[in-house]
């Protein structure tokens, strides 16, 4: 099981590093199914881990010129907001419902990322202040319900609403998902104890991932990375559209 974690941990770290998303999406299952917690535990661990390697990866990103510490800011005070006072919501909303739901924005977000160029993207003008704040507010309630930090949808609303480039939003997408975590996980710590001895070892772990994706993403063209993460993206969605679709007509 040592060996399993360790495995996952960097799987995790790497995709945070490398898309600057999916980590939550990865996290959340492979505690219920392969480590074994129940769903409400593993949402609280898996904003304590993804947190954790989000942060690691954005100062890897840091270093390397790819990260908008402003827009950051902006965007994640807002999602902070969202995330600590959605947190509660997810207990009184059924759960596949909402995971049919967020599945099917997932791959319109998807879609749009494939059919819009990068160049294209990258040239999307600065939106007002309230556009930045009302896009990290919405990411930040999706964070509190799921339990996810929400990059599969953060660095697709940067690129297309903010107008960063790829690579940047991937590295700034880190430190909105580190707040928005942070503020999930203090809306969930008076539910189910934190495995502080899981957490460890997946953070760890994750801590070779992100360093070997924050390495790549800034090696890969952008366009290249763009549609990357959109199949990610799609390929995340129609798992669990699967999935949940199965858990509601059984």
């Keep these: 099981m040592l060996a399993l974690e360790i495995v996952l941990g960097f799987a995790i770290g790497l995709s945070l590093g490398l898309l600057g998303g999916g980590g939550s999406i990865l996290t959340v299952p492979v505690l219920v199914y392969l480590v074994g917690q129940t769903p409400q535990a593993a949402v609280t ?3 304590a881990i993804v947190g954790a390697n989000s942060l690691m990866g954005a100062s890897f990103h840091r270093v390397q010129g790819t990260l908008d510490w402003r827009v950051a800011a902006l965007f994640g005070s807002a999602g902070m907001l969202g995330a600590y006072f959605a947190s509660n919501i997810s207990s009184q909303l ?4 909402l995971m049919i739901g967020f ?3 997932m791959l319109f977000v998807g879609a749009v990322m494939l059919t819009r160029p990068g160049s294209q993207m990258g040239l999307v003008s600065e939106k007002p ?3 930045v704040f009302a896009s990290g507010g919405l990411v930040g309630i999706l964070t509190g319900i799921l ?3 929400g990059g599969f949808l953060i660095v697709p609303a940067l690129v297309m609403l903010v107008g960063l480039p790829m690579q940047v939003a991937v590295g700034t997408s880190l430190i909105v998902i580190v707040m928005n975590s942070a503020a999930g996980l203090l809306g969930h710590l008076g539910g189910e104890s934190i495995n502080l001895l899981l957490i460890m070892i997946f ?4 801590l070779a991932g992100t360093f070997t994706g924050a390495w ?3 090696r890969l ?3 290249k990375l763009q549609r990357a993460f959109a199949w990610f993206v799609i390929l995340l969605a129609l798992v669990l559209l699967a999935d949940n679709f199965i858990k509601l007509y059984r």
């Design 45 to 47: 661990t898996s904003l």
């Design 94 to 97: 059924s759960p596949d419902v």
């Design 103 to 105: 599945s099917i924005l």
């Design 129 to 131: 202040l309230w556009v």
């Design 147 to 149: 339990g996810v930090g």
């Design 203 to 206: 953070t760890l772990a994750g």
């Design 216 to 218: 790549l993403s800034k």
């Design 221 to 223: 063209p952008a366009q």
